[in-house]
């Protein structure tokens, strides 16, 4: 976990939309303007729920908002059906970036899946120049406002279908034309990361990393999978490790102490983590965590209903890292900044706070070292400017 360089965090006094971030899980197809939505649509002759910008945006919420990922992955149906040329496809990456800017984003990794953007003759190498072409012209439209962003592709999989092999050829492909990093997404919960063994076995001989989608829908065998078969540097959300975290209180509801633990917490209680928790934390794998869409789409049901419940403090708090994101910023109807004030309020986050969890995202950013270095120097030195 990287050490802030604050003495001491000041008051939240200030728009935390201002504060640098850095976000590494966001999807393409989660985070369409509704308005666009509705401009594609009529083009592509495809029906909505609503032609009204507000009342269809509210729509994707309440659809999401269901406590079920797989009811939260039907919203996606009109995403990606407007999805589905060069021009859709320029259109919405162009402005993902721009508003990616306008929260505050200096670095993105934006993951899709090409293979679901086929339906109208594109091929999934014209998909990616499609999507690179819209990412672009989106970076250079903020340098236009003064400001500055990078962003880079996670090229994704669909874990349910057969194409593994195919798509990370695709991103290997593609790795010097703006392509970071690749995944595998979709329904988790029975397909495991090991339906795709042959294609991490191929992405770890060209030295190409992998972030996967595991800890969400599906528990530690999830996640143990994609360490394993994966070879995953990053865990797609990852929070339900917190299953493998044993905590413990006395009959008052105070802390159990023991001699023999470093994990005694007056808040959290007697930790003890198992093996696979052990792992992820002491080498600092980084979960991408989002606390909204796991409220969302009830991957945290097995820890309490409302945030207030989220794991995401006690596995901060144990040292994980814990890195902060959106997932889809149109059916969560978040920001970063949203969910950076969420943690503030939730669980009384300051601005050190803040400061490590971005850190974290930056150092755990699909970038070569030089650019690591840099990116974390600016944040380092935005945040001692509001000191």
Same mark, same amino acid.
């Given at each position: 976990?990287?050490?802030?360089?604050?003495? %001491?965090? =000041?008051?939240?006094?200030?728009?935390?939309?201002?504060?640098?971030?850095?976000?590494?899980?966001?999807?393409?197809?989660? +985070?369409?303007?509704? !308005?666009?939505?509705?401009?594609?649509?009529?083009?592509?002759?495809?029906?909505?729920?609503?032609?009204? =910008?507000?009342?269809?945006?509210?729509?994707?919420?309440?659809?999401?908002?269901?406590?079920?990922?797989?009811?939260?992955?039907?919203?996606?149906?009109?995403?990606?059906?407007?999805?589905?040329?060069?021009? +859709?496809?320029?259109?919405?990456?162009?402005?993902?970036?721009?508003?990616?800017?306008?929260?505050?984003?200096?670095?993105?990794?934006?993951?899709?899946?090409?293979?679901?953007?086929?339906?109208?003759?594109?091929?999934?190498?014209?998909?990616?120049?499609? $999507?690179?072409?819209?990412?672009?012209?989106?970076?250079?439209?903020?340098?236009?406002?003064?400001?500055?962003?990078?962003?880079?592709?996670?090229?994704?999989?669909?874990?349910?279908?057969?194409?593994?092999?195919?798509?990370?050829?695709?991103?290997?492909?593609?790795?010097?034309?703006?392509?970071?990093?690749?995944?595998?997404?979709?329904?988790?919960?029975?397909?495991? =990361?090991?339906?795709?063994?042959? !294609?991490?076995?191929?992405?770890?001989?060209?030295?190409?990393?992998?972030?996967?989608?595991?800890?969400?829908?599906?528990?530690?065998?999830?996640?143990?999978?994609?360490?394993?078969?994966?070879?995953?540097?990053?865990?797609?959300?990852?929070?339900?490790?917190?299953?493998?975290?044993?905590?413990?209180?006395?009959?008052?509801?105070?802390?159990?102490?023991?001699?023999?633990?470093?994990?005694?917490?007056?808040?959290?209680?007697?930790?003890?983590?198992?093996?696979?928790?052990?792992?992820?934390?002491?080498?600092?794998?980084?979960?991408?965590?989002?606390?909204?869409?796991?409220?969302?789409?009830?991957?945290?049901?097995?820890?309490?209903?409302?945030?207030?419940?989220?794991?995401?403090?006690?596995?901060?708090?144990?040292?994980?890292?814990?890195?902060?994101?959106?997932?889809?910023?149109?059916?969560?109807?978040?920001?970063?900044?949203?969910?950076?004030?969420?943690? $503030?309020?939730?669980?009384?986050?300051?601005?050190?706070?803040?400061?490590?969890?971005?850190?974290?995202?930056?150092?755990?950013?699909?970038?070569?070292?030089?650019?690591?270095? %840099?990116?974390?120097?600016?944040?380092?030195?935005?945040? !001692?400017?509001?000191?």
């Amino acid at each position: 976990m990287t050490e802030t360089n604050l003495d %001491a965090a =000041p008051d939240l006094d200030f728009d935390l939309k201002s504060l640098p971030k850095v976000s590494l899980h966001d999807h393409l197809d989660g +985070g369409l303007r509704p !308005a666009t939505i509705i401009e594609l649509a009529e083009q592509a002759g495809h029906t909505l729920p609503s032609t009204d =910008p507000v009342a269809l945006g509210e729509w994707f919420r309440e659809s999401a908002d269901s406590g079920s990922l797989v009811r939260y992955l039907e919203t996606f149906d009109h995403t990606i059906a407007v999805m589905q040329t060069k021009e +859709g496809l320029f259109r919405v990456a162009k402005e993902f970036v721009e508003d990616l800017a306008d929260d505050g984003v200096v670095y993105g990794e934006v993951r899709w899946a090409p293979e679901q953007h086929l339906q109208q003759g594109l091929s999934l190498d014209d998909a990616v120049e499609a $999507v690179q072409a819209g990412l672009d012209a989106g970076v250079d439209a903020v340098a236009e406002t003064g400001r500055d962003i990078q962003v880079g592709q996670l090229i994704t999989a669909m874990r349910h279908a057969d194409r593994g092999q195919e798509i990370a050829e695709l991103a290997v492909r593609h790795r010097n034309k703006g392509a970071v990093g690749f995944d595998i997404a979709g329904a988790e919960d029975g397909f495991l =990361p090991a339906r795709f063994k042959d !294609a991490f076995t191929y992405l770890a001989q060209h030295n190409f990393p992998a972030t996967i989608h595991a800890g969400e829908a599906a528990g530690l065998e999830s996640i143990q999978s994609a360490l394993v078969d994966g070879r995953a540097l990053r865990l797609g959300h990852g929070v339900r490790i917190a299953e493998d975290v044993t905590v413990e209180f006395d009959e008052d509801g105070a802390a159990e102490t023991d001699p023999e633990s470093d994990e005694v917490d007056d808040n959290i209680g007697l930790v003890t983590l198992g093996e696979l928790a052990s792992w992820v934390r002491d080498r600092g794998i980084a979960l991408e965590i989002c606390p909204s869409s796991n409220l969302q789409t009830g991957a945290i049901a097995g820890f309490g209903e409302g945030i207030e419940s989220h794991p995401v403090d006690m596995l901060y708090q144990l040292g994980f890292n814990v890195t902060i994101n959106t997932d889809n910023r149109l059916m969560s109807g978040v920001t970063l900044t949203d969910e950076f004030e969420l943690l $503030v309020e939730t669980f009384d986050y300051d601005l050190d706070d803040l400061l490590e969890l971005t850190l974290n995202a930056a150092e755990a950013a699909f970038l070569p070292l030089e650019e690591k270095e %840099a990116l974390v120097e600016y944040i380092n030195e935005a945040y !001692a400017d509001l000191g």
